[in-house]
C-alpha cells in the first residue's frame, strides 16, 4: 500500500520546494509566480495531495474556521441565517463549527469554551445576555467577535441587528390603517434588544396615531414560545388566551416572533376564530408557511441592518 502523500511528494512533481509548496497552501507568507503556483496546484491535484490542517494552523495561527453559537437550531428564522452565514464563510474558504446554546446561559458558555480550545478564528452569536465576563474577555484577547440580533451595551464589538423598531412600527401602522384602535402586543423579553425595539416599534406606531398607551394588552413571552418545553407548550397560546378573555379585548394582535406566533394561531385553530373578520394578526418574522394559511399572515420580512 503506497504510503501518504507529503509535501516533498508535491515538491520533486512540481519541481520546487518544500517552502514554495507552503506558501501556496497557506497563501503566503511569500508571494509565489503565477505559473509557479500552477505547476503546485497541478502536482497536488495529480498526487492527491491533503495538507494537514492541524500542522497548518500551528505555522499560520489561523483554522479558517468561524464558530457561531445559534439560540434555538429549531427556530426557521435562526436555520436560515445559519445558512447564509455557512454559505458566505464557504464562499471564503472558511468552515463553520456550529453550537446551539438553546437559549441556556451555561449551554452558551461551554460553546465559547470549546470554540476557544478548537482555536477557531472568529466568533459570531446570537448573546442570551448571561456571559458578560466571558464575551467582555473573548473581545479583549484580539479575535473578532460579531453579535447577531442582541446588542450588549459596553461591548465595542461589531453587531448585525433587524430592523425591529421601524419594522414593527410599519406592521401596527397596517394594522390602525385597517382600522383597529385596541391592539395587543405579545412580545419578547424587553430586556435584551430584539423585545426592547420592536415594543418601541409598537408604542411609536400607537403615539403616531394619537391612540392611548394602555399596558394591559401588553404580554411578555420568550424567545422560543415554549415550544419545545412540554411544561410551556405554546406559550403564545397562553398569552393570546389572556388577552382575548379580557373583558375588552384587542380587534389585533402584533406577535414579536414566531414561535409565539405558532401558539397564537393554535388558538385561533382551537377557537375557530376567523381572520381578520375575528381578530386580526400581524407577527415579526416571515414564514413561508404563511402563504398556505387562509387568508395569509401579514409579517415582517427579517432583513438586516
Known amino acids: 500500500m503506497a504510503g501518504k502523500v507529503t509535501r516533498d511528494d508535491v515538491a520533486r512533481l512540481a519541481g520546487v ?11 503566503g507568507p511569500r508571494p509565489v509566480a503565477r505559473r509557479t503556483q500552477q505547476n503546485v496546484l497541478e502536482a497536488i491535484e495529480k498526487l492527491g495531495y491533503e495538507p ?11 483554522t479558517r474556521s468561524i464558530g457561531f453559537i445559534v439560540p434555538d437550531i429549531l427556530n426557521p428564522a435562526h436555520t436560515a441565517i445559519t445558512r447564509a452565514l455557512g454559505d458566505a464563510l464557504w464562499d471564503a474558504d472558511y468552515s463553520l463549527t456550529l453550537g446551539n446554546s ?4 451555561e449551554r ?27 464575551l467582555f474577555a473573548l473581545h479583549e484577547s484580539g479575535r473578532p467577535l460579531v453579535l447577531l440580533d442582541r446588542q450588549i451595551e459596553g461591548l465595542p464589538a461589531s453587531c448585525v441587528l433587524f430592523e425591529n ?7 401596527v401602522e397596517h394594522l390602525i390603517e385597517l382600522g383597529h384602535r ?15 425595539e420592536r415594543r418601541d416599534g409598537y408604542l411609536d406606531a400607537l403615539a403616531a396615531a394619537g391612540l392611548r398607551r394602555d399596558p394591559a394588552l ?25 388577552l382575548l378573555d379580557r373583558r375588552d379585548p384587542p380587534t389585533a394582535l402584533f406577535v414579536s416572533n414566531n414561535r409565539l406566533m405558532r ?26 408557511y404563511y402563504e398556505d394559511i387562509t387568508p395569509s399572515i401579514t409579517a415582517v420580512g427579517t432583513s438586516l441592518r
Do not use: W
Open 17 to 27: 520546494s518544500t517552502a514554495t509548496v507552503s506558501y501556496v497552501v497557506n497563501n
Open 52 to 62: 494537514d490542517g492541524v500542522a497548518r494552523s500551528l505555522v499560520t495561527r489561523r
Open 102 to 105: 438553546d437559549e441556556n446561559p
Open 108 to 134: 452558551e458558555l461551554a460553546c465559547l469554551r470549546a470554540f476557544r480550545g478548537r482555536g477557531v478564528d472568529g466568533v459570531a452569536l446570537t448573546p442570551g445576555g448571561g456571559n458578560l465576563g466571558a
Open 165 to 171: 423598531r421601524g419594522g414593527t412600527r410599519a406592521a
Open 182 to 196: 385596541r391592539i395587543g402586543l405579545i412580545n419578547l423579553p424587553a430586556a435584551l434588544t430584539p423585545g426592547r
Open 218 to 242: 401588553i404580554r411578555e413571552g420568550g424567545f422560543k414560545g415554549g415550544g419545545d418545553n412540554p411544561g410551556r407548550r405554546l406559550e403564545g397560546r397562553l398569552l393570546a388566551a389572556d
Open 263 to 288: 401558539g397564537v394561531l393554535h388558538l385561533v385553530r382551537e377557537r375557530g376564530l376567523q381572520v381578520p373578520a375575528d381578530l386580526a394578526l400581524a407577527t415579526f418574522d416571515d414564514m413561508e
